[in-house]
C-alpha cells in the first residue's frame, strides 16, 4: 500500500469513528461540532470512555484541539488519530496507543472462531439493554449506560451473537466516511461480525481500531495494520 492510499484510508477511518463518537454524544443530548476537515469535538464533556475531540487529519495545532473541549471538568479525552500530538504541555497524558486497521471489502470470511452462535441485529430499547449487559460481562450500566436507544438508526447496527437466545457476542457496526467502523467488539466474534458486515454493506471496507491482543486477533481476521493513533487524557 502507498502512502496516498494509507493516509486516505487513515483520514476515512478517524472520520468514521468520529460519525460514531458523535452519535453517541448526540443520543445523550449532546452537540458535537467539526472544525472544518480537522477536527471534531464536544464543547461539553462526553460519556465516559468516549473522546471530547477526535482529529480528522494529520497536522492539527495542539492549541486548536484544546481550546474547543472542556478541561474543567474530570475526564477530559483526545484522540489523536495520527500520533502527530504533542499535548504534554497543555496537561494531557497518553492513556494508550493503539493501530487503526483496515480490512477490503470482499476479503474471504475467517473460519468461525466459535461454532453454533446464530448473528443478528438488535432492535429495540429492550435487546439494547440486554446488549449492553451482554457487553459489560453481564453487569450492564442500564440508562447511565452509553449506549441509547437513540443510536438504533440507519447507518448503525448493534451486532447480537446468540446461544439459546442469550446474547454472548457482538459489536458495533456504522457507516460514515465511506466505510464500516467496527468498535466495541466483544466475545470470539470477528468471523460472525464480519459475515453480517458484508451482509449489510458488501461495497464497503471494513475499519477499526485494536491493541495488544486485540490487535493480534484482527490481523488473524484478516485485517491489516494501517497506522498508530494515541488516546490522551487530561491529568488534572
Not at 480537522?38 to 475531540?53: E, G, I
Not at 486548536?64 to 497524558?93: I, M, P, Q, W, Y
Not at 439494547?128 to 449506560?145: I, M, V
Not at 481476521?221 to 490522551?232: K, M, T, Y
Request: with cysteine; charged share 20%; proline share 6%.
Amino acid at each position: 500500500m502507498d502512502e496516498t492510499t494509507r493516509t486516505a484510508l487513515l483520514r476515512r477511518a478517524a472520520l468514521n469513528n468520529a460519525g460514531w463518537c458523535g452519535a453517541v454524544c448526540r443520543a445523550h443530548g449532546l452537540a458535537p461540532r467539526y472544525d472544518g476537515e480537522q477536527l471534531w469535538f464536544s464543547a461539553r464533556r462526553t460519556p465516559p470512555m468516549y473522546p471530547d475531540a477526535v482529529t480528522l487529519e494529520p497536522g492539527v495545532p495542539a492549541r486548536n484541539v484544546v481550546r474547543g473541549v472542556d478541561t474543567a471538568s474530570a475526564g477530559c479525552s483526545v484522540k489523536d488519530s495520527f500520533a502527530d500530538l504533542d499535548l504534554a504541555r497543555e496537561g494531557f497524558e497518553v492513556l494508550f496507543e493503539a493501530q487503526w486497521i483496515h480490512r477490503p471489502a470482499g476479503a474471504p470470511l475467517p473460519e468461525s472462531e466459535a461454532a453454533g452462535l446464530e448473528w443478528s441485529e438488535v432492535s429495540g430499547a429492550e435487546e439494547l439493554a440486554a446488549w449492553g449487559a451482554a457487553f459489560d460481562g453481564g453487569e450492564g450500566a442500564g440508562g447511565d449506560g452509553p449506549f441509547r436507544p437513540g443510536l438504533l438508526g440507519e447507518g448503525i447496527a448493534f451486532l447480537a451473537g446468540r446461544v439459546d437466545g442469550r446474547i454472548v457476542a457482538g459489536a458495533v457496526a456504522s457507516t460514515g466516511g465511506g466505510v464500516v467502523g467496527v468498535s466495541n467488539l466483544f466475545g470470539a466474534a470477528w468471523a460472525g461480525v464480519l459475515g453480517a458486515v458484508r451482509a449489510r454493506w458488501p461495497e464497503l471496507d471494513v475499519v477499526g481500531y485494536e491493541h495488544g491482543e486485540d490487535l493480534e486477533a484482527a490481523v488473524r481476521a484478516g485485517f491489516a495494520p494501517i497506522g498508530p493513533l494515541r488516546v490522551w487524557f487530561f491529568a488534572q
